[in-house]
Each structure stands twice: as C-alpha cells, then as structure tokens.
T-cell receptor, first 113, second 111 residues
Framework: KQEVTQIPAALSVPEGENLVLNCSFT??????LQWFRQDPGKGLTSLLL?????REQTSGRLNASLDKSSGRSTLYIAASQPGDSATYLC????????????FGTGTRLKVLA | DADVTQTPRNRITKTGKRIMLECSQT?????MYWYRQDPGLGLRLIYY???????NKGEISDGYSVSRQAQAKFSLSLESAIPNQTALYFC??????????FGPGTRLLVL
C-alpha cells in the first residue's frame, strides 16, 4: 500500500532564505507526483506536477524534483517571502488504472518578515 | 468567479441528521472527486466520478453517498451524520489524468 510522508510537519524560516520541503513515498511505481499549496479557506492550489518520466519541474521560484528509485521528491523554494506561508502537500498517483491521488499530511510553512 | 465552488462553506449539524454538500464546476472537466481532510491524516478520497454514469467508491466511502446530477455537479450526502464525520470536505475536478483543481472546502461539524 502506497504511503506518503512529509517531514517536517512544520517549519519556520526568516524571509529571504532558500528552503527545501521533503516528500517520501513507499512504492516507486507512480504515474505522477504533484505538489499543492493549501491556504486557509481557499482549498488547494496545484503548484507543480511531475510525470514519472521526469526528474524535475520549475515554476518561478519553485523547483520540484523527483527520484522514483529512492521514493523521494523535494520542493525547493528560493528567496522565501511571507506570502509563501501556507501548508504544502505532496500527492502521488499510482500507475494508470487508478485515478486516485494519495496525499501526504503536509508541511506547514511560516516565513517570518 | 471560482472554477470549483462548494456549498455550504460551513455547516453545523446534529448526530443522525441527513445533510448534503454540493459541488459545481465551470471547467468542463469530466472527472470529479470528494475528499475529506482530517488533522494528521491528510486528504482521503471518499468517492470519485468519471462521468455522469460512472461513480466509484474511494477508500472511505462508508456512511457517505454521492450523486452526479450533471457533468458540472457532484453532491455528497451523509445519510445519518455522526461526530467522527466532522472534517473539512473538498471537491476536486480533473480532465483525464492531469492536475486536480480543488474547491475552497466545506467545514462540517457534527455535534
């Protein structure tokens, strides 16, 4: 059974710092992996989606990497800002035939001004 | 306007009551999902639907039912609410196997 873990559960950093959020999964057979941002009262917003054949995806100050063999993904945030404060969730989709994402419990990030 | 809307946004109900949570989308996606989120457990899939005639149970469907009234509408019902169904409920949509788009959530409290 696929399990997704995110450590740490919470993180506080000063503004301007580069940071890495971690996501690990137990079964390397995945279709894709997605990083979401969750803000209170606003649901989840997709940040980056990495297909199983890809190693990384970039969007602005965000870079997500995927290492299937080790069951790991990282989300790198450059030059963090207070507006980056949110909970970040990763989710993996098992191989085709299922259409269900399995979510981690998230990392709650606070960027201090 | 938001692409995925949920009503109500907050709801307090009593044990044993039947309630319905509604979801509408304007993205034209064929696939719709209902999740619940609990502290420390992440999001878990309740039901999903690939089109109006296709409904599938997720990992925690007991105590819930759904209705796909149209491509754009997917409702979740709690037939007889119980306190451990207190949670944050999210509806999501997707086109094929790509990105899921989430609604703002419904916060449900069952007393």
């Amino acid at each position: 059974k696929q399990e997704v873990t995110q450590i740490p559960a919470a993180l506080s950093v000063p503004e301007g710092e580069n940071l890495v959020l971690n996501c690990s999964f137990t079964d390397s057979a995945i279709y894709n992996l997605q990083w979401f941002r969750q803000d209170p009262g606003k649901g989840l917003t997709s940040l980056l989606l990495i297909q199983s054949s890809q190693r990384e995806q970039t969007s602005g100050r965000l870079n997500a990497s995927l290492d299937k063999s080790s069951g790991r993904s990282t989300l790198y945030i450059a030059a963090s800002q207070p507006g980056d404060s949110a909970t970040y969730l990763c989710a993996v989709r098992p191989p085709s035939g299922t259409y269900k994402y399995i979510f981690g419990t998230g990392t709650r990030l606070k960027v201090l001004a | 306007d938001a692409d995925v809307t949920q009503t109500p946004r907050n709801r307090i109900t009593k044990t044993g009551k039947r309630i319905m949570l509604e979801c509408s989308q304007t993205k034209g996606h064929d696939r719709m999902y209902w999740y619940r989120q609990d502290p420390g457990l992440g999001l878990r899939l309740i039901y999903y639907s690939f089109d109006v005639k296709d409904i599938n149970k997720g990992e925690i469907s007991d105590g819930y039912s759904v209705s796909r009234q149209a491509q754009a509408k997917f409702s979740l019902s709690l037939e007889s609410a119980i306190p451990n169904q207190t949670a944050l409920y999210f509806c999501a949509t997707s086109e094929g196997q790509e990105t899921q788009y989430f609604g703002p959530g419904t916060r449900l409290l069952v007393l």
